[in-house]
């Protein structure tokens, strides 16, 4: 009986039954050899060692000869997840001009990308400082409601859904309030800077005679 060894791999992730790759087969004999995707993959064809395509299906039948090798060779389809934790909530408000976007990320296989973009603007690449999450800082924003946008992809091309999240840039200015005579005034947020075209209320307590 006449016998060589067989090479199997795989490229992607999945299993191959029996796993007969180093294994010593009787030439002219018939085999089979059946490849199952993993989780968030799926499989797409058998090659050869010149990565001929030698079936679509998953399972191999073959006869054994000298120097044989097969592929099986598997498609990453999972796509990636992306979320935005800064801003914390949509319609967050905001007092200054800039502002550093930041999220996490993941994937089965690896991101390879985070792209964010500003009020519909041109896409941006985020930086990844260790692949599970990102951060990108934005260029001025537009006093009002500004629309942040963000999406993710893999190693193999498969696109996350695209995340929205609204931040409200608000203009301040600090309020200066006088006295002329005896009295206070009560003011709001204890003389912090306030919103520009918000609504606010100012209390004016005359002293008593007794007071002044």
């Not at 992306?82 to 408000?93: E, Q, R, V």
């Not at 709001?188 to 100012?202: F, H, M, R, W």
Request: with cysteine; glycine share 10%.
């Amino acid at each position: 009986i006449l016998s060589a060894v067989l090479t199997v791999g795989t490229n992607g992730g999945g299993t191959i039954t029996p796993s007969d790759n180093g294994a010593l087969l009787q030439i002219g004999a018939s085999y089979l050899l059946t490849a199952k995707a993993l989780t968030g993959f799926a499989f797409t064809n058998w090659t050869d060692g010149l990565g001929n395509v030698l079936t679509n299906g998953t399972v191999l039948k073959f006869i054994m000869a000298s120097n044989l090798t097969f592929v099986a060779n598997f498609l990453d389809i999972a796509k990636p997840t992306l979320t935005i934790t800064n801003p914390a909530k949509t319609g967050a408000l905001w007092s200054n001009a800039l502002f550093t976007v930041s999220g996490k990320c993941s994937d089965n296989v690896g991101v390879s990308n985070v792209m964010v973009s500003l009020n519909a603007g041109a896409w941006m690449t985020a930086t990844l400082p260790n692949g599970s999450n990102w951060l990108e800082h934005l260029p001025a924003l537009t006093p009002g409601t500004n629309t942040i946008a963000a999406y993710a992809t893999d190693t193999s091309g498969n696109l996350s859904a695209t995340n929205t999240v609204k931040l409200v840039y608000v203009l301040t200015s600090a309020l200066t309030v006088i006295t002329n005579g005896g009295g206070t005034v009560i003011t709001p947020d204890k003389g912090a800077k306030l919103q520009i075209g918000a609504v606010y209320s100012l209390t004016a307590k005359a002293l008593r005679s007794e007071e002044r």
